[in-house]
Structure formats: C-alpha cells, structure tokens
C-alpha cells in the first residue's frame, strides 16, 4: 500500500522517481480503508530531507499511512523556509486533540545541552506524556530517545570526547520471539551513527521493563524496547540515506573522517550502502506490530496496554 502525503510536498517527487508508490489525496479519500495514522515530530534542521527518508521507509510498507507531519509550536525553524513549515507542518498544540496509531520524534543538534537548557523541553515533556493518552506506538531517533528515556525512567546521557560517527556493526541481544520488532533481523547488522553523547548500558535501570535489542561493541547502544510505554528507541540512524554522513562530513569542514564509511577511508570515493535492508525491515516490523493490535476506532488509541507480544 501507498504512503498519503500532501500532493505538493517536495518528497512526493523524490519518492516517485525511486519507485515508492505515493497515493494522491484525491484517491485516498475514495479508499474504504483505514490508514494507519502516523505523526513525525521532525526535530532536524534540514527538514526535507528527514521528511523525505522517513516518508520513504513508511510508503514501502504494505499498508495505507496517512503521514502528518507536526512542528514544536512555538519554535521557529532556521533552516527550513516559513512557507514550507506553514504549508505542510501543524504545530503540537493543533494535534494535541487528535489521535495517533504511531508517532515518530527524530534527533536534533542540541545533543551537548543539558536536557533543561533546550529551549523547547517543556512542550517535548509535555509531548512524551500525551504519547500516553493518544498514541498507540512510538518510535524516538537519537536525542530524542535519549530525551524519552530521561524523561520517562531517569536515564541520563554522557559526553563523548570524540563524536561517534560512521557505520558500525551491531549485534542482536533476543530473539526474535522477544520482540516484534526485531523479526528476520541478521545476527549482526551495520548502522550509520552521528551523534556527540550516549546512554550506557549500565544505566538502563532494571525492573523497568526497558529491552536492550541491539548493540555495537564501538558505539554503544542501539535500540532499545519500552514496551510498557509503546517506545522504541534508536540512538542511531537507519534512516539515513547513503550520503547523508558524506554530507554531514562535508559540513562539519571535514574535520573527523567518518568510520567505516568511505572505501579505502577515501572521501573521494563513494560509499556502499549496507544498512538499507534492515533499515526497511525494523521500519516495517513497526509498522506490523502497530497495524496488529492498534483499535480500529481511532478513539480507542491510547487505551491499549503494553505490548503483548514483549
């Protein structure tokens, strides 16, 4: 099944020259089907291009998804125009009401700032506990899984003195029979990372129903189950495009060479992507577990307990 995004949005081209199947809003309409309802709380600075590798890895899922996507309400974006955020982005206080089968929150660059000096933590706290009330599952990138954590169970983040970043091999910690979403995944799997601070594994607090599903013995924790709340965090990103650590090399002055990325360590050569497979398929585990015990009442959303596949 298509993805349902705005007919003008810019990923709609993107999406349509690779082959995903885009569904115009005229036709979805006409659809007697109920698509699963999924938010992005895009916290990047470049905002298309986030919007873009999301929007790809929800459209190639089997199921209609109706995408919304939503802003921090009083926060003004630098990098993105105020004619895009105004056409396509609704800020949290216009959805607050709403309902949710699923609910993405992505990274952002704010990772060294203690939790309380960012400027809207206040609204992303008062986000994480709406999540509760009105969204069925939820998935938090990088910072944002950092900031769940710490808001949730008290977990803090540590400063690195060198900024993870490049691709790392990361192991699986269950089975598949422990968590939906780590169906059909490979023993071990490469994923890009970028990031300046992490959660340890020593701080995960026991007896909190918290899973720890994959892991890197370079970079450190990867995703993390919080069934009892409907999170699944990632520290790092699966969604990233082949070039995306190229570009954010090039943007940092080139100051520290990404690891494992560039053949032969050569940024003139192009790097391999070995992460899309399983970027596809944990997007898609989420998806299923969600289809699979969201209620079919929009209304219901939010009432459902903990997983119960965990």
Same mark, same amino acid.
């Given at each position: 099944?298509?993805? =349902?995004?705005?007919?003008?949005?810019?990923?709609?081209?993107?999406?349509?020259? /690779?082959?995903?199947?885009?569904?115009?809003?005229?036709?979805?309409?006409?659809?007697?089907?109920?698509?699963?309802?999924?938010?992005?709380?895009?916290?990047? #600075?470049? =905002?298309?291009?986030?919007?873009?590798?999301?929007?790809?890895?929800?459209?190639?899922?089997?199921?209609?998804?109706?995408?919304?996507?939503?802003?921090?309400?009083?926060?003004?974006?630098?990098?993105?125009?105020?004619?895009?955020?105004?056409?396509?982005?609704?800020?949290?206080?216009?959805?607050?009401? %709403?309902?949710?089968?699923?609910?993405?929150?992505?990274?952002?660059?704010? /990772?060294?700032?203690? &939790?309380?000096?960012?400027?809207?933590?206040?609204?992303?706290?008062?986000? &994480?506990?709406?999540?509760?009330?009105?969204?069925?599952?939820?998935?938090?990138?990088?910072?944002?899984?950092?900031?769940?954590?710490?808001?949730?169970?008290?977990?803090?983040?540590?400063?690195?003195?060198?900024?993870?970043?490049?691709?790392?091999?990361?192991?699986?910690?269950?089975?598949?029979?422990?968590?939906?979403?780590?169906?059909? &995944?490979?023993?071990?799997?490469?994923?890009?990372?970028?990031?300046?601070?992490?959660?340890?594994? %020593?701080?995960? #607090?026991?007896?909190?129903?918290?899973?720890?599903?994959?892991?890197?013995?370079?970079?450190?924790?990867?995703?993390?189950?919080? #069934?009892?709340?409907? &999170?699944?965090?990632?520290?790092?990103?699966?969604?990233?495009?082949?070039?995306?650590?190229? /570009?954010?090399?090039?943007?940092?002055?080139?100051?520290?060479?990404?690891?494992?990325?560039? #053949?032969?360590?050569?940024?003139?050569?192009?790097?391999?992507?070995?992460?899309?497979?399983?970027?596809?398929?944990?997007?898609?585990?989420?998806?299923? /577990?969600?289809?699979?015990?969201?209620?079919?009442?929009?209304?219901?959303?939010?009432?459902?307990?903990?997983?119960?596949?965990?």
């Amino acid at each position: 099944m298509p993805i =349902k995004i705005a007919d003008d949005l810019p990923a709609r081209r993107t999406l349509e020259a /690779e082959g995903v199947v885009v569904m115009r809003e005229a036709d979805a309409v006409r659809q007697d089907i109920r698509p699963l309802r999924i938010a992005l709380l895009n916290l990047m #600075p470049d =905002k298309i291009s986030t919007e873009t590798q999301l929007a790809r890895l929800l459209g190639a899922t089997p199921l209609q998804v109706e995408l919304t996507l939503v802003r921090i309400s009083d926060h003004v974006s630098r990098n993105t125009s105020a004619d895009h955020m105004a056409s396509f982005y609704r800020p949290w206080s216009d959805v607050r009401d %709403e309902r949710f089968d699923g609910f993405i929150i992505t990274g952002a660059p704010v /990772e060294q700032l203690p &939790f309380e000096a960012v400027s809207y933590w206040d609204e992303l706290r008062a986000i &994480f506990d709406w999540t509760q009330t009105h969204v069925h599952r939820s998935l938090s990138i990088c910072w944002a899984a950092q900031a769940a954590l710490h808001h949730f169970h008290g977990v803090g983040k540590h400063p690195l003195d060198r900024k993870a970043f490049g691709l790392f091999r990361h192991h699986v910690h269950v089975p598949s029979s422990s968590s939906p979403w780590m169906r059909g &995944f490979s023993d071990d799997f490469i994923v890009p990372v970028s990031r300046w601070s992490e959660v340890r594994r %020593e701080d995960i #607090p026991a007896g909190r129903g918290l899973q720890i599903l994959a892991e890197s013995e370079e970079s450190g924790l990867c995703l993390i189950g919080d #069934p009892g709340r409907g &999170f699944l965090h990632m520290f790092n990103h699966l969604e990233y495009d082949t070039l995306t650590l190229a /570009e954010e090399y090039a943007r940092d002055g080139a100051r520290q060479l990404p690891a494992h990325y560039f #053949p032969g360590d050569d940024p003139a050569r192009t790097p391999q992507n070995h992460w899309r497979s399983h970027a596809h398929l944990l997007f898609g585990n989420w998806i299923d /577990e969600m289809y699979q015990t969201a209620p079919f009442d929009l209304d219901a959303v939010g009432q459902a307990a903990a997983l119960s596949a965990a």
